[in-house]
């Protein structure tokens, strides 16, 4: 007992954790107790006990884990913070409690769960039950189940989520255990009371027999959907309506209750969707084909057993679609169509909104099949039309309803009716408004008329649903003609109609099927709204206009719609060229009678009489395309033209006018020619009718803003009154007529006013009356064009206004070509209302005046300065100047910043006085107000925190004053707002939460950034100050009627437990309070309407138009956005233009960049998609977001295609004046572009392809060429479009693809189109078999990539191809391909079949050039390459894939703005080598050169070479394009070309003087000699017919060249390493080349390459050269074609450069040689080395690294900054060791030579000192004043510290910058050496460009010049192996290299010794010769001789042996 009592002491919770299970079980008893008795849930008792519940659950001893789980169960019950301990009590729950043998621990457990469910935890719970049912205890499994089971029982489907348990339950029924089987069985029959048949599809593959049991066990269910019998804590309201219904036993609610329930799951939702495409026989499309049915019965069957499964992955269906519809539209046989269609019903339900992208193929097709009068066949198509309408809407398919609703067949017509009649079913009150409505209202009561009764029952049919869903009243005007007798009949049919879910009529406006909208219910009114606000958007934004295109006549608004897509051809303006008199005559006499022509200027007026008569019979006749009307027209203006005496022939004429007009394609100049002899009749008495019909046909052709801003201008420029008059009264009559659409109202508001102070009364009264017809569309803001007109006539102007009062806009009756056509693009959307006004734009229309030029530097320097007086002096300026200017634009120059300053100024009146400023700027910059919000509108806000309170109220009403005009969505995106509520100022806070409290209601949503507000909020709920406080808790409600109480509730949790208290308590209260939203703000605007003079119409349509505040655009401005009806209503309403005045496009330095580097390190998708995913879209969205204009993005992403439109419309304006952001984003504009390639839609597709070309022109223009990422993001998506099956959509692509061409590399765009031919698409195929041809017509077969042989074996492979355009493509291919290269194709192309063969001689015959022809067109397409940087491959900028294309891009446009004058014919170009060859001739001998003169300055010969291009001698002005050529020929493929260049070369290199003329072409120069090095290797070396004495004086000459260079060693020094470590391959390539010593004097070449080598070892960079043998042995180790022995050599230089090191230690830059390393080392591990045949790789590492430690000790370690992943480094590990084990010794070494060393090591300074003292010299560099300082002290530093690195502080400065401080330190080092500055100023900034490229990108140049030599050594057939021999009969290894670099440092330096070697060379050959397999031993050793003046000799002799040769 004494133990017992130990523990009995114990407070409850000790015991409860006590070892001894009496302790344990006492304490859970105690702790039951009390958690029973404590009433308070959130005492601090219950948190004493948060850890402990998992162990009373988990107890090991049985019987104290039953009284644990009662504890525990009771704190679950009782406390506030129980829910903490959800995961981990469940989790204990399932594993310890489950598998207990006692029933009562078990039951608990469940009862714990389901306590969880009850304090709002079901998630965790059911997320840890479905866990336990991967239990391997079945006993878990089985409680698991249960417990589900009973959860779902009590609580019903919307708190257990049914999708995972039914996903997991078949898997149940396979259990091996019967218990699980019979539970799963259990829970099967409960779920199945929630949701019935939703349950059926995921079990249908569960063992039969269980099925069966399931289905028993189903039937016997009552039909009554269960209820929810235990409720949420938050669900208290519910459960005391169950309990008071319970007690009343009443069942009042059954019916809604069960609907809602039945709807609450989708069967779909709970399936999982199955990939059908790869399962699709692979001969389908074969089949599908065939010419027996049989076949083509298979196939569908296969696809229609594919298309049962119920849900479908998505993919691209759009071939199978095509396929099924071509059968469908043309299969004979009617079975068939009736499998087709089952298919298309099964795909539209398995894809459900997916499939909405193909609907619009598909429908018409469906809807002319219903011609068919098999029953079978039309039901199949009735389903097949009814799912594809679901996953679509209903205004998407109007049109191709529309089109067949006038079909001469009843059957369709009939069909079609019947179509909407149950498609109606499934529409809303909201999803089907009155513009949707209307035009099918129309048609149908066209077919209530109609002949056939099926057509007329069908059509009463769809009325009355309509009328059934919408209502009576909404459906009663547009039946106003229809008799008694039909009305009744449309009613009887309504009441008939069951809408699905028994909801009866328009009052359940909410009602969907339960297929299309499974959460749909019966909406309260409050609710509606928001639940249905994006279809209605959407539906009447796209239709609101229709009907209003045309006259209000019965039936017209269909026919007007059916015959949209006629007219798209006219929907682009006509434009045409000025046509010669001569060449009118010449058109107008093919078209006109002779005798009509004679008589036109005849003197008999009689004569003209019928002349016109003739004239109008020929305009009536004549075909439109055919008519050319500016000849017309020129012809009648021909004298006597408009001063015409007679009236009968001048009304003749201007009827003539309107007919050409009306019926050809009229153009603006056109137009021009007639509009002032029309302006000149208007005011004649009997011509003036003709005129103005003539005038009105023009702006049906020409646009009526363009015609009207004509004529009223041309009228007024002359002085007849009558005239001005009668113009004016056309105009007025024309707006009505036409609607106001786009009138450009500040293009003749000048002239109107001219016209009021009209001395002639019919002028002024003329006027007044346009005026009036103006009110009726713009409303008041037109009288703000004329306050300052007379009072008198202001009166006038007043009481015309009256009179127009109350009065609403006409119907449009006319509409210009463009306008009707457009409508499909959607023009009308934004231009149109239904009034034919353009409310919207008023604002916009408004004269504003840019005052950016008025806000000079004084003004703002006297705003900012420090006197008040004069502060005050420029605040009554600037106000002033907006006084002044009435209205202005948002340009308002340095102001903004200026009055920013003034908001916080120390003197209160000032600030007073800004404030009024800025209100005066709201009133008079209207909506542009916009984009100064964030600059001038938050610091406003922070004036509110001012302790005056005069201040506070000017401020309140500033801010009013500007949320009038932007709206509130600005002041709610961001943190702004959230930022100025986190002042701690009492004021402030009041201030702004008392306006958010008014402001937040009126607003139907609101960003999600309010969410960063609501913190700040939470903390003015507890503020110190009481006004605060209260203010806090009114705002609380309007945040909550936003955000949402769960949202707010949970971000409650990051406050301290007892603030969170408080605030819980407050958002209760708050909850109660809450307003609701907005149902439609257009109503609070309602008075308002009448003030504008708007018709109810317009009114109603704004009210569907304003579903949301973002929303851009008011349908004729109808209605104020927010706050008191009438105030300012047309500014609120006007959403459209208040942004547009700022940039679309924002350029964010190094975004593209950024991006690049994202997409290649897989942080974001890779734009690679068949079909654009949403992830795809979103993640596009948000990259634009920081690039574009919220408004633009709004609108480019915007549902309605008509907004895209717009969108682009912008874009298209803004492209040359934004040009150089929109190459910033041109990446992302390209991938949107991709996206809208995959919509249906033809009208968007075209303007994308309009801008696209305007686009390439612009970045042609710019010279702007398009990166490996952007190409590869947009030229496949494209290239997917050049197979579109419509004509105008290809030929668009295709000009397109040419475009291309200017802006990427024809080469890099080929693979490309080869990867089109291989589509499916036949269209598609055919077109890049012939853009393929066009490429290789205009570029030559170098465009063909990989390899002309592989690319042609692919072409030639559609020679067979099944249709017959892909085959003519692919032979016209094939042609081109034999035109540029002859009989070779017959090679290139392989094997072909007999026939194929045949068909291609055939064409060949028929069609190829002749031979003669094929020179000329090779030197037109090298001219086309000289010319244009099109060509493939192009320039020296061309960049390799693996750089980075920002700065690639960078040094490309760098390139071209500092050498506009050097075109790209100077710059080295690969793709020109070969044809050097023909375009050189006549070179001269090298005769004219004596020995002597070789070391003497001399002039440089002229080559004697055909001109090569025209501008030859203009180029040649320029030092630098001179170099450039003469380095091109370097490279020629023509011997004597080549040395006759080098030997000018080197002529400038030996003269001292000169010699740096050559900098900055080092690169250059070394490249293209390592290209004639492989040159002569792989094609002059194998070519027997090339004389070998010229090989050798061309390596002599490359030899001799080289090595003057490289004694030179400032131009030595700037060789890059890319283009070193292809020197030393081509070098050690030649000594190790046999072929080379076969040839007379062969071993001399040897033995100058040893010394060259030496030679660049020793003058290059050394840090360079160490990079570039390093990485050359890891190329040399990695390749398995390179041999040993080159290894081997690169080595042994290796080695000497270690044996430097202690000379160049300080000159190195370490940190680039470690990180070679470092990458040789991730190439080739330790372990990986050691595989090597040979250990010396290892051994030179282990050396190198361990000289570099000895000779820099532990500071080694402090140069591995460039390496990304030191840890993971095995250099760093390897260095510490090496360090380590060397420290000891480092002491005894002091005395090898290394005092130089050690002295620089020493002498360097601590980092932290280095960097303080750079970094002040680089700010001295940067500011304006200290510059040349800076620079000296940079200078002087660099001489002190050579080794220095300035890498860190130039890295993140522009290229500028760093070009210019290396400019600099250039001008000073030649001042101090007294150099003389380079002459030519043209040579000075290629040498800076060319010194700055090579520095920043040293890799850029060898790797695209090496790819692209690669490709041309491909294109001769050469092999890239620098031996031809076998391993078996390698040669002996020769000395050369090794014995110059192993031994030590020479002493002598004999010609004798040398002359010893080479004859030992020659023994050893001849030796070889004769023993075939014999091998030499080890390579004798010999020194090496040092350059001397030996060397000098040695060359002048061998150039007089060259010399000798030649003559």
Same mark, same amino acid.
């Given at each position: ?64 884990? @039953? ?15 129980? %829910? ?60 698991? /189940? ?26 149940? #029924? ?42 028993? $066990? ?81 196939? =569908? ?44 019903? %099964? ?7 997916? #499939? ?27 389903? +097949? ?33 019947? #179509?909407? +009649? ?147 051809? &006219? ?116 011509? %003036? ?25 041309? *009228? ?26 786009? /009138? ?26 346009? =005026? ?44 210009? !070509? ?161 930022? $100025? ?15 958010? *409290? ?131 209503? *047309? ?69 309605? #295609? ?391 004086? @061309? ?27 292809? @020197? ?148 760093? *590990? ?32 601590? !980092?932290?000192?280095?960097? &303080? ?26 001489? !002190? ?75 001769? %057939? ?90």
């Amino acid at each position: 007992m004494g133990d017992d009592s130990e523990w009995m002491k114990l407070p409850i919770d000790q015991k409860c954790e006590h070892k001894v299970w009496k302790a344990r079980l006492n304490g859970y008893e105690e702790a039951l107790k009390l958690f029973q008795k404590i009433e308070d849930e959130k005492s601090p008792e219950w948190g004493k006990y948060l850890g402990l519940i998992k162990k009373f659950v988990t107890d090991s001893n049985a019987v104290a884990q @039953l009284k644990g789980l009662e504890a525990a169960l009771a704190f679950i019950e009782n406390a506030h913070v129980a %829910g903490k301990t959800t995961g981990e009590v469940v989790s204990g729950v399932v594993t310890k409690v489950f598998n207990q043998p006692k029933a009562r621990a078990k039951e608990l457990g469940m009862d714990i769960c389901l306590m969880y469910i009850e304090i709002e935890k079901s998630e965790v719970v059911q997320d840890e039950l479905l866990k336990g049912l991967d239990n391997k205890n079945p006993k878990i499994v089985v409680a698991c /189940i249960e417990t589900l089971r009973k959860a779902l029982s009590e609580f019903g489907s919307k708190i257990v989520t049914l999708k995972p348990v039914v996903k997991v339950l078949p898997k149940q #029924f396979e259990s091996r255990e019967k218990a699980v089987r019979d539970e799963s069985k259990l829970l099967a029959v409960e779920i199945y009371k929630w949701i019935r048949d939703a349950l059926r599809p995921p079990l249908q593959n569960i063992n039969s027999v269980q099925l069966k049991e399931l289905e028993e $066990e189903w039937v016997k269910l009552p039909p009554s959907a269960p209820k929810q019998t235990r409720f949420l804590r938050s669900q208290q309201d519910l459960k005391a309506k169950f309990e008071q219904q319970q007690a009343q036993g009443g069942e009042q609610s059954d019916g809604d209750e069960e609907e809602e329930t039945a709807a609450a799951v989708d069967p779909y939702d709970l399936l999982e969707p199955v990939e059908i495409l790869s399962k699709m026989p692979k001969d389908f499309y074969d089949k599908i084909e065939a010419k027996k049915w049989q076949e083509r019965k298979e196939a =569908l069957e296969a696809v229609e057993a594919l298309t049962k499964n119920p849900k479908l992955e998505n993919g691209d269906y759009g071939d199978l679609v095509r396929a099924l519809k071509k059968v469908v539209g043309k299969d004979a046989n009617v079975m068939l169509v009736s499998m087709a269609a089952k298919c298309l019903a %099964g795909l539209a339900s398995g894809l459900r909104k997916k #499939f909405g992208t193909y609907a619009g193929q598909v429908v018409p097709t469906i809807l002319e099949k219903f011609k068919e009068k098999k029953l079978q066949v039309v039901q199949s198509l009735q389903e +097949a039309i009814d799912a594809i309408f679901l996953t679509t809407t209903l205004q998407n398919l109007s049109e191709d309803i529309l089109g067949v609703m006038d079909n001469k067949n009843p059957s369709i017509k009939q069909q079609a009716s019947l #179509f909407l +009649a149950r498609s109606f079913r499934h529409c809303m009150q909201a999803t089907l408004p009155k513009s949707v409505l209307k035009p099918f209202c129309a048609a149908l009561i066209k077919q209530v008329n109609d002949s056939a009764p099926e057509v007329r029952d069908a059509a009463f049919e769809a009325l009355g649903t309509a009328m059934k869903v919408v209502g009576e009243k909404a459906v009663n005007p547009f039946l106003a003609d229809l008799d008694k007798l039909k009305l009744d009949k449309i009613k009887e049919c309504a009441d008939k109609v069951e809408l699905p879910g028994g909801k009866k009529g328009a009052a359940g406006g909410g009602s969907a099927s339960g297929d299309k909208k499974p959460a749909a219910k019966a909406p309260p009114a409050a609710e509606a709204p928001p639940k249905s606000s994006a279809p209605p958007k959407k539906s009447q934004t796209a239709s609101a206009n229709k009907p209003s295109a045309g006259p209000a006549k019965k039936g017209k608004p269909a026919s007007a719609a059916g015959g949209k897509a006629k007219k798209t051809s &006219d929907s682009k303006e006509t434009t045409e060229a000025e046509i010669s008199p001569e060449a009118c005559e010449e058109l107008a006499a093919a078209v006109l009678p002779a005798t009509c022509l004679q008589q036109l200027d005849s003197g008999n007026w009689k004569e003209r009489l019928a002349s016109m008569e003739e004239f109008q019979r020929a305009v009536e006749t004549m075909d439109k395309a055919a008519m050319p009307c500016q000849a017309l027209v020129r012809m009648l203006a021909k004298k006597p033209g408009w001063k015409e005496t007679n009236f009968q022939v001048m009304q003749m004429k201007l009827h003539i006018v309107a007919l050409v007009a009306q019926r050809g394609q009229f153009s603006k100049t056109s137009a021009s020619v007639v509009l002032d002899g029309l302006v000149d009749k208007i005011g004649d008495v009997k011509c %003036g009718g003709n005129a103005k019909s003539a005038l009105t046909a023009i702006g049906e052709t020409c646009s009526l803003p363009w015609t009207a801003e004509q004529v009223v201008s041309l *009228a007024f420029a002359q002085k007849n009154p009558k005239n001005q008059a009668e113009t004016l009264n056309w105009l007025a009559n024309a707006m009505k007529e036409f609607g106001f659409a786009g /009138i450009n109202v500040k293009g003749f508001i000048n002239n109107v006013k001219t016209a009021l102070g009209a001395t002639n009364p019919a002028v002024r009264t003329a006027a007044i009356a346009l =005026l009036g017809v103006m009110y009726l569309y713009m409303g008041q803001p037109l009288r703000m064009f004329f306050e300052d007109e007379k009072p008198a006539l202001l009166a006038q102007i007043d009481a015309e206004f009256e009179k127009m009062q109350g009065q609403s806009p006409p119907a449009p009756i006319r509409s210009t !070509k463009k306008t009707a056509a457009a409508e499909e693009e959607g023009d009308e959307g934004g231009e149109q209302d239904e009034d034919g006004g353009a409310g919207q734009d008023i604002m916009d229309l408004l004269p504003r005046t840019d005052i950016s030029d008025k806000i000079t530097s004084d003004l703002v320097s006297k705003i900012e300065d420090k006197n008040w007086k004069i502060r005050k002096e420029g605040l009554d300026e600037a106000a002033a100047v907006i006084s002044e200017a009435k209205f202005i634009t948002p340009n308002i120059g340095e102001l903004p910043l200026a009055l920013k300053g003034r908001l916080c100024d120390s003197n209160k009146i000032l600030v007073q006085q800004t404030l009024s400023i800025l209100q005066q700027l709201a009133t008079a910059m209207g909506p542009g107000l916009k984009q100064h919000v964030k600059a001038l509108g938050f610091p406003v806000i922070t004036v509110l925190g001012d302790s005056k309170v005069n201040l506070r109220t000017a401020a309140m009403a500033t801010l009013q004053a500007w949320v009038e005009q932007t709206g509130m969505k600005d002041w709610l995106e961001g943190e702004d707002l959230s930022e $100025e509520l986190k002042r701690e100022n009492p004021f402030l806070r009041q201030e702004v939460l008392g306006w958010l *409290a008014e402001k937040l209601p009126t607003l139907r949503s609101v960003p999600a950034d309010l969410m960063l507000c609501v913190p700040q909020l939470f903390a003015c709920l507890e503020d110190r100050n009481a006004d605060v406080r209260k203010k806090a808790q009114d705002a609380l409600p309007t945040f909550m009627m936003h955000l949402g109480y769960d949202k707010i509730n949970k971000a409650t949790g990051k406050l301290k437990p007892a603030s969170k208290d408080q605030v819980v308590a407050m958002l209760e209260k708050a909850r109660a309070v809450m307003p609701a939203k907005p149902a439609a703000p257009a109503k609070t605007g309602g008075k308002g309407s009448a003030e504008q003079s708007r018709a109810p119409s317009a009114s109603r349509t704004g009210e569907d138009f304003t579903d949301k505040p973002e929303a851009k655009k008011v349908r004729g401005g109808g209605a104020a956005k927010k706050g008191p009806a009438g105030k300012k209503p *047309a500014t609120k309403g006007l959403k459209d233009d208040e942004d547009k005045s700022g940039p679309i496009f924002i350029l964010v330095p190094n975004a593209k960049e950024q991006r690049i580097k994202e997409e290649k390190q897989l942080k974001i998708l890779k734009w690679n998609f068949i079909t654009p995913r949403d992830e795809y879209v979103e993640q596009l969205k948000t990259q634009m977001a920081a690039c574009f204009a919220k408004w633009l993005l709004d609108e480019m992403f915007h549902f309605d #295609f008509q907004r895209q439109v717009k969108a682009i419309g912008v874009m298209i304006e803004r492209l040359n004046s934004e040009s150089e952001a929109t190459v910033g984003c041109l990446d992302l504009i390209l991938k949107w572009i991709t996206l809208r390639f995959f919509e249906t839609n033809t009208t968007i597709l075209m303007k994308v392809l309009e801008y696209l070309k305007l686009l390439f022109t612009m970045l042609n223009r710019e010279n702007y060429h398009l990166t490996e990422y952007e190409a590869n993001s947009f030229v496949p998506y494209l290239i997917l479009k050049v197979g579109e099956s419509k004509d105008v959509v290809r030929k668009d692509v295709r000009v397109i693809l040419g475009m291309l061409c200017k802006v990427y590399p024809a080469s890099k765009l080929f693979p490309f189109l080869m990867e089109g031919t291989k589509s499916k698409n036949s269209k598609q195929r055919a077109e890049c078999l012939e853009e393929l041809g066009c490429l290789i017509e205009g570029y030559g077969m170098n465009v063909c990539q990989p390899t002309p042989a592989k690319s042609l074996k692919e072409i030639a492979v559609h020679i067979g191809d099944r249709d017959t355009s892909v085959r003519n493509a692919a032979l016209n291919t094939v042609v081109a391909v034999y035109n540029v290269c002859g009989d070779q194709v017959y090679k290139l192309i392989g094997n072909l079949s007999e026939k194929d063969m045949s068909m291609l001689e055939e064409r060949i015959k028929r069609s190829a050039k002749k031979t003669p022809a094929a020179p000329a067109k090779q030197s037109a397409a090298e001219k086309t390459q000289r010319e244009q940087p099109t060509n493939p491959n192009a320039t020296f900028l061309r960049k390799p894939a693996q750089e980075d294309p920002g700065k690639l891009n960078q040094s490309r446009q760098n390139a071209h703005s500092d050498h506009p004058s050097i075109p790209k014919e100077f710059q080295l170009d690969l793709d020109m080598i070969e044809q050097d060859q023909r375009s050189v001739c006549e070179l001269p001998d090298l005769v004219q050169h004596q020995l002597d003169e070789l070391l003497e300055p001399v002039m440089i010969p002229e080559p004697k070479i055909r001109s090569i291009s025209p501008h030859f001698d203009d180029l040649h002005s320029s030092t630098a394009s001179t170099i450039n050529f003469v380095i091109s020929q370097v490279a020629s493929g023509d011997i004597g070309t080549s040395i006759q260049a080098l030997a000018q070369i080197d002529e400038v290199l030996r003269q001292e003087d000169k010699a740096d003329v050559m900098s900055g072409h080092i690169d250059q120069l070394l490249i293209a000699t390592i290209m004639q090095l492989r040159l002569i290797n792989s094609t002059h070396l194998a070519d027997d017919r090339v004389d070998k004495t010229d090989l050798i004086k @061309l390596y002599s000459c490359i030899m001799g060249n080289m090595m003057s260079l490289f004694s030179m060693e400032t131009l030595a020094r700037e060789a890059s390493i890319g283009v070193l470590k292809d @020197l030393m391959h081509s070098l050690i390539t030649l000594m190790l080349d046999i072929r080379v010593e076969d040839v007379e004097d062969g071993t001399q070449v040897i033995r100058s390459v040893n010394l060259l080598v030496i030679r660049v070892l020793e003058h290059s960079d050394q840090t360079n050269i160490f990079s570039a043998l390093l990485v050359l042995l890891q190329d040399t180790l990695v390749s398995n074609a390179g041999s040993l022995k080159v290894s081997e050599l690169v080595m042994k230089c290796l080695w000497r450069m270690i044996r430097l090191l202690p000379e160049n230690i300080n000159s190195l830059n370490l940190d680039r040689i470690l990180l070679d390393v470092h990458n040789f080392m991730k190439v080739f591990p330790k372990e990986k080395l050691k595989q090597l045949k040979t250990d010396v790789p290892h051994r030179t590492l282990k050396t190198l690294c361990h000289t570099l430690c000895r000779l820099t000790g532990v500071k080694i370690l402090d140069h591995l900054s460039m390496i990304e992943n030191r840890n993971e480094s095995e250099l760093e *590990a390897y260095l510490r060791r090496v360090v380590k084990h060397s420290g000891n010794l480092s002491g005894t070494k002091s005395d090898r030579g290394n005092e130089k060393s050690a002295h620089g090591t020493d002498d360097r300074m601590s !980092k932290a000192k280095v960097s &303080d003292i750079l970094s002040e010299i680089f700010k001295k560099i940067g500011s304006k004043e200290n510059t040349k300082e800076g620079l000296t002290e940079l200078y002087e530093y660099k001489q !002190k510290y050579s080794d220095a690195d300035l890498e860190p502080f130039l890295r993140n400065t522009s290229q500028f910058f760093q070009s210019y401080v290396e400019r600099g330190l250039r001008v000073i080092e030649s001042e101090r050496e007294g150099k003389p500055r380079i002459q030519s100023s043209s040579v000075i900034p290629q040498h800076n460009v060319e010194s700055s490229l090579s520095s920043s990108n040293e890799e850029l140049k060898p790797a695209v010049y090496y790819e692209r030599l690669k490709i041309l050594r491909q294109r001769q %057939g050469l092999e890239n192996t620098t031996r031809a021999l076998s391993s078996e009969d390698e040669p002996p290894q020769r000395p050369a290299i090794s014995s110059l670099l192993s031994s030590k440092p020479s002493v002598a330096s004999s010609t004798d010794m040398l002359h010893s070697k080479l004859s030992q060379l020659k023994e050893s050959r001849e030796l070889y010769q004769q023993e075939h397999n014999a091998r030499s031993g080890s390579p004798t050793r010999a020194r090496a001789a040092s350059p001397a003046t030996a060397n000098l000799d040695d060359l002048k002799k061998r150039l007089e042996r060259i010399k000798s040769k030649r003559q």
